[in-house]
């Protein structure tokens, strides 16, 4: 059985700092991308950042250019998205996803539950 884990959601201040934690067990994942997807308060599921499976490419948002990014460990089935200057906007529902290099949610087969992030001013 698949299992995609979120960790490392929480309250923070506006300008903090968080890292949010991604691992994946239940089968091998050779070739997979790890990404990030948000979803705040009535908006859509966005793309955040996406990493594939040999670290030589990368996708992230404009929105958090410059302020997050995204790396993994193959050997631990883990990605971590490193997220610092955070705004009231990057406050959202935060989920990894595994599967094809893609800015777009059909894209990927698995999912994990979602860790909640919230910016306070």
């Known amino acids: 059985q698949v299992q995609v884990i979120e960790s490392g959601g929480g309250l923070v201040q506006v300008g903090d700092s968080l890292t949010l934690s991604c691992t994946a067990s239940?089968?091998?994942?050779?070739?997979?991308?790890m990404a990030w997807f948000r979803q705040g308060p009535g908006k859509e599921r966005e793309i955040v950042a996406a990493?594939?499976?040999?670290?030589?490419?990368?996708i992230t948002a404009d929105s958090v250019t410059g302020r997050f990014t995204i790396t993994r460990d193959n050997t631990r089935n883990t990605a971590w998205l490193h997220m610092k200057d955070l705004k009231l906007e990057d406050a959202a529902v935060y989920s990894c996803?595994?599967?094809?290099?893609?800015?777009?949610?059909?894209?990927?087969?698995?999912w994990g539950q979602g860790t909640q992030v919230t910016v306070s001013s």
């Open positions: 996803a595994l599967g094809s290099f893609s800015e777009r949610p059909y894209d990927y087969k698995y």
């Open positions: 239940g089968r091998t994942f050779n070739g997979y991308t």
């Open positions: 990493i594939a499976w040999n670290n030589n490419l990368t």
